[in-house]
């Protein structure tokens, strides 16, 4: 089992840029496949981005390609998520979690460890 903490949630103003955290403990993490989900009031958890630990290949929901950013510290056993541009309608709960399937993956059902979440409000 992997351990997830989100952190970097906040307040901002539309234009304006965030970066999320998520430090996973527990077990290797070398084997993973670490991404990030949003759900909003009323909707459904969706696909932001996954990143492949071991390797550093990459994907992006096309809502947020070419303003998000998903990387890896293998040193602080973190991912992160940087958010430029922010828009109204990424106004949502974000949320870390861990796949142990292999290649990179989009779906919640694929995903078997999940944080606790981080608020992120983006005001117009």
């Known amino acids: 089992q992997v351990q997830l903490v989100e952190s970097g949630g906040g307040l901002v103003q539309a234009g304006g840029s965030l970066r999320l955290s998520c430090a996973a403990s527990g077990r290797t993490v070398s084997g993973l496949v670490m991404g990030w989900f949003r759900q909003a009031p009323g909707k459904e958890r969706v696909f932001v981005s996954a990143?492949?630990?071991?390797?550093?290949?990459?994907n992006y929901a096309d809502s947020v390609k070419g303003r998000f950013t998903i990387s890896r510290d293998y040193t602080k056993n973190t991912v992160y998520l940087q958010m430029n541009n922010l828009k109204f309608e990424d106004t949502a709960v974000y949320y870390c979690?861990?796949?142990?399937?292999?290649?990179?993956?989009?779906?919640?059902?694929?995903?078997?460890?999940w944080g606790q979440g981080t608020q992120v409000t983006v005001s117009s």
């Open positions: 979690a861990a796949s142990t399937w292999g290649g990179i993956r989009t779906h919640v059902y694929e995903y078997s460890n």
């Open positions: 990143i492949i630990w071991h390797g550093g290949s990459t």
